[in-house]
């Protein structure tokens, strides 16, 4: 386990902060409850944020990232999850059945209510304030354009994420992140001083969260 001594806070990327809201129900057309969630993301990052809470460090991200998950990511989520196979067989779909509008609006607005809660939990931090710095934006974008051939995953981190990148700089704080295109350049951006320190998702999951 990561040691995070020494911090008060630690920053999540939008992909953490999905996950960690990304759990409900839905009945089956055979009446029994089917969990919708990330695997085996959902428990990673709730675990870690149990982990993190008992041990009074707050969990802190920016207001553009924030917006961005309620308005468009976390809509892309659902429709990949509900194209999952397995999911849709346990739901009682037949195969190329659409998955109903009705259940994937509803699905969508109670989990957009459960991101919008998480903004007002005592150990949530939400900077509504933060501005990088001009140059140093363009620098990391020019820092990932050189090495675009480079990613095992088609494109680069999006604007947002760049600007979550500095943001772990300003504060001085560690970012835990589960996007491929930050982490797979973590010691390239820390050496090159565009962060403080990124931490995979993966590579901070306590085996006991108490």
Not at 58 to 73: A, D, G, P, Q
Not at 189 to 206: R, S
Request: aromatic share 10%.
């Amino acid at each position: 386990m990561i040691s995070f001594s020494g911090y008060n806070s630690v920053i999540y990327d939008a992909n953490c902060i999905i996950y960690y809201c990304f759990k409900t129900e839905l009945l089956s057309r055979k009446g029994t409850l089917i969990v919708i969630d990330s695997p085996p993301f959902t428990d990673i990052i709730q675990n870690v944020t149990q982990f993190l809470t008992n041990r009074k460090i707050r969990i802190r991200t920016i207001l553009i990232v924030f917006n961005e998950i309620t308005t468009e990511l976390l809509s892309l989520v659902i429709k990949q999850r509900i194209n999952d196979g397995h999911l849709r067989k346990d739901l009682g779909l037949a195969r190329g059945e659409k998955f109903p509008e009705d259940i994937e609006y509803n699905l969508n607005k109670k989990l957009k209510q459960k991101v919008k809660k998480m903004r007002y939990e005592s150990w949530f931090e939400l900077d509504e304030k933060y501005i990088p710095d001009h140059l140093l934006l363009t620098k990391i974008r020019t820092f990932f354009y050189e090495r675009k051939n480079d990613s095992e995953q088609k494109g680069i981190p999006s604007n947002n994420d760049m600007i979550l990148i500095l943001y772990s700089k300003d504060t001085v704080l560690p970012l835990i992140s589960n996007d491929n295109h930050i982490c797979k350049f973590k010691e390239d951006l820390e050496k090159d001083k565009f962060t403080h320190k990124i931490i995979p998702l993966m590579e901070c999951a306590p085996e006991n969260p108490n």
